[in-house]
């Protein structure tokens, strides 16, 4: 429920939809993105098929899932040496978020996954040494050859 305060805090009104490709996972989140990152680690690249994975990073109470279950599969990054859980459909195999070691107590969506693609920016791009060779790059953007400090 939306509670007003004497200063209404308008991170509140920030509610964003997604989920997975057959329809069986939906969820959404509130207030603001903690960090939206591209991360070019050989893991991400496998883990989703595509050149990298983007995580946009929220506190655990800032994502609800409303339908259906995730199965999760859990491993240790060559690169970093943390362990990851990816969280997917069972039904159609599309990973929605994940969970990362370095991170307690947040959850990454994955960016792909949402309704509107467009409406957080990317921040950081990490492990930026293990990215595809005609990877560019925006010019806002901040490059991390590891992971972030
Ligand atoms: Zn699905
Ligand atoms: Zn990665």
Known sequence: ?????????????????????????????TDKAV?????????CKQRTGAAYGLGVYFNDDDIEFTKGSKQLFQFVS???????????CGRCGTTVSCVVEKRPGMRGVAGGSYDDLNWFTVESHIWTRSAR??????DHAKLYEQGTP
Request: aromatic share 10%.
């Open 133 to 138: 060779s005609d990877m560019c790059y925006p």
């Open 1 to 29: 429920m939306l509670t007003l305060k004497a200063f209404p805090d308008m991170s509140n009104l920030y509610i964003h939809e997604g989920g997975c490709l057959c329809g069986a996972i939906r969820f959404h989140t």
């Open 35 to 43: 960090a939206v990152m591209v991360c070019h680690c050989a893991a």
């Open 78 to 88: 060559d690169e970093s040496g943390r362990w990851l859980r990816t969280e997917f």
